[in-house]
């Protein structure tokens, strides 16, 4: 088993920054790629980053590419969520996921998931 917590999320302008975290226990965080998800209300849960188990690759939805950044520090067990130049349709739940090697974008493959925190941009 692996638990995650997510923390970071508020309420900003249109244009602001957040940081999110998520901070994960239990088994090795390292065997494990992970992924950030958001789900708006009233709408499926979406990809949004996700980052390779050892930090060497990382993809984005084209809809937050050039403005989030996906990173993770192993030996804190932690993953985060850069979000730049926020929209107010970046407004959503966010959840962070821990998923297999090889997890990449594919939402059914994450096994493991945060309770979400929530973000709010207001235009």
């Known amino acids: 088993q692996v638990q995650l917590v997510e923390s970071g999320g508020g309420l900003v302008q249109a244009g602001a920054s957040l940081r999110l975290s998520c901070a994960a226990s239990?088994?090795?965080?390292?065997?494990?790629?992970m992924g950030w998800f958001r789900q708006a209300p009233g709408k499926e849960r979406v990809f949004v980053a996700a980052?390779?188990?050892?930090?060497?690759?990382?993809g984005y939805a084209d809809s937050v590419k050039g403005r989030f950044t996906i990173a993770r520090d192993n030996a804190r067990n932690t993953v985060y969520l850069q979000m730049n130049s926020l929209k107010f349709e970046d407004t959503a739940v966010y959840y962070c996921a821990a998923g297999p090697r090889g997890s990449r974008w594919i939402l059914s493959e994450y096994e493991y998931w945060g309770q979400g925190t929530q973000v709010t941009v207001s235009s």
């Open positions: 239990g088994r090795t965080f390292s065997n494990y790629d």
């Open positions: 980052i390779t188990w050892n930090g060497g690759s990382t």
